[in-house]
């Protein structure tokens, strides 16, 4: 049975950076994902121009990378959007991690351009949308691309393998292993982990496992809303 001191679930933007962080402090981490490594994840539809076809695992919203790695790689640097983050965090400590992030998507190749800073334009703009009853909410946005937030992924996990980081792909978490008062561990298809901590991270596609295992041990859980 391998041991690990921390066990991750789900290769998205929250796993990524927080084996990122727990790595370069010599913590040895395990990511658990029940996609495809970023270069096989091919989608059928996308391929061959057809409807989906329901695959078992979806190669669009599993994977490394998570559900946005082939989106246009947008990243917005606003409290307002995204979740509820700024409601748990010290306004200050909150723009410090902010910033962290940023300057992270800059390190591993992100280019430094920065959007929705015109102040004369966002106004234009809030007008007309409060003509429909819409609020618009400005913010700054470092925007990549898809073909760059692919090579910023790229660099994220040549980074990770670098800090010894252990991924496994297609290798979905079952249930967590629980102890007399804390958790000890993962549960997949194909073994058992065992681990000091976990941090479960499994993104959009494993929210209904979230649901399940939170509704399981009793936590209470809320709805994020969307950002459009």
């Known amino acids: ?8 679930i789900g290769a998205g ?3 990524l950076f927080a084996a990122m ?5 010599g913590v ?13 994840r091919i989608c059928p539809a996308v391929e061959k121009r057809k409807a989906c076809i329901k695959c078992p695992v979806c190669s669009i919203t599993s994977g490394f990378g998570g559900a946005g790695a082939f989106s246009d790689g947008k990243i917005t640097l606003s409290k307002r959007i995204g979740g509820y983050l700024s409601e748990y965090l010290e306004e200050s400590i909150f723009e410090k991690y902010l910033k962290y992030v940023e300057e992270k998507f800059l390190e591993f190749g992100a280019p430094p351009r ?24 400005p913010s700054r946005l470092l925007h990549m691309g898809t073909d760059k937030g692919l090579e910023v992924l790229s660099n994220i996990k040549e980074s990770l393998m670098e800090k010894k980081v252990s991924i496994h792909f297609n290798e979905p978490a079952l249930d ?3 102890g007399k008062s804390h958790v000890m561990g993962v549960k997949t298809p194909k073994n058992e982990y065992r681990s000091k901590y976990v941090i479960m991270a499994p993104g959009r596609a494993g929210s209904e496992w979230t649901k399940y ?4 041990l009793g936590i209470k859980t809320y709805t994020n809303p969307v950002d459009v």
Do not use: W
Request: with cysteine.
């Open 114 to 137: 920065i959007f929705g800073t015109d102040t004369e334009k966002i106004e234009k703009i809030r007008y007309e949308a409060q003509k429909y009853h819409l609020e618009l909410v």
């Open 21 to 25: 962080e727990l790595a370069s402090q």
């Open 28 to 40: 040895n981490v395990l990511i658990l994902e029940k996609g495809s490594d970023l270069t096989k």
């Open 176 to 178: 967590l292993v629980i």
């Open 13 to 15: 933007p929250a796993g």
């Open 213 to 216: 295992i939170c509704k399981k």
């Open 1 to 8: 049975m391998e041991k690990f001191d921390v066990i991750i």
